[in-house]
């Protein structure tokens, strides 16, 4: 399977495409990724990133917007990640790590806050443009997309909309592999 992951992710899991939206998060990840990840990155830095060719583009949005959200600067790292992933026409893409609001009384939905290049997060960052930009690819794939988080997170009502969106739990996920990988051939 083809492991897209985003910003500082890189530091913990080797992955096959990384997107990093921020220059100083592309650049860290420039100079530790091996060649064998790719890394998408804003049209706007990626010139300054020419002597790695590893280093690519972010695809066009699939449609165009009117709202602040709908401009490709006010996308999130996340929802792209998500466009990179459809790049590939998967028959369904497992989103993991995509929260929304962080753990409670911790301030900051990021578990990277207080590492390098997070260390000026001081307070959780509205997803809002993430929950409408994750719609709109819900909306324009056929895919489906498959959220995993814990038993007790709520899916966004703009998201329960779409027939190609599931929920599925951490432990349920483990189950489905562990059965993918036992099964006989």
């Not at 990626?46 to 006010?74: C, I, M, T």
């Not at 792209?80 to 369904?92: D, E, N, Q, R, S």
């Not at 779409?162 to 592999?177: D, L, P, R, S, W």
Request: contains cysteine.
């Amino acid at each position: 399977s083809t492991v897209v992951g985003c910003n500082a992710l890189f530091r913990d899991y080797t992955l096959d495409y990384l997107v990093c939206a921020d220059k100083h998060m592309c650049q860290e990840a420039a100079n530790a990724c091996g060649k064998g990840t790719t890394i998408y990155t804003r049209d706007k830095w990626v010139n300054l990133f020419a002597h790695w060719p590893n280093v690519k583009q972010l695809p066009s949005l699939p449609y165009d917007g009117d709202k602040r959200q709908d401009e490709p600067f006010h996308w999130g790292t996340g929802p792209y990640a998500g466009l990179v992933a459809t790049m590939f026409k998967p028959k369904v893409i497992f989103m993991l790590g995509f929260d929304l609001h962080g753990l409670p009384n911790q301030g900051v939905n990021n578990i990277y806050k207080n590492t390098k290049g997070y260390d000026y997060i001081k307070k959780a960052v509205d997803p809002s443009y993430w929950v409408h930009q994750f719609n709109k690819l819900f909306e324009l794939t056929n895919c489906r997309w498959v959220i995993v988080n814990k038993e007790n997170w709520k899916m966004p009502e703009e998201w329960k909309k779409h027939k190609n969106v599931f929920q599925e739990t951490y432990e349920g996920m483990a189950k489905f592999i562990n059965k993918q990988l036992t099964k006989p051939k």
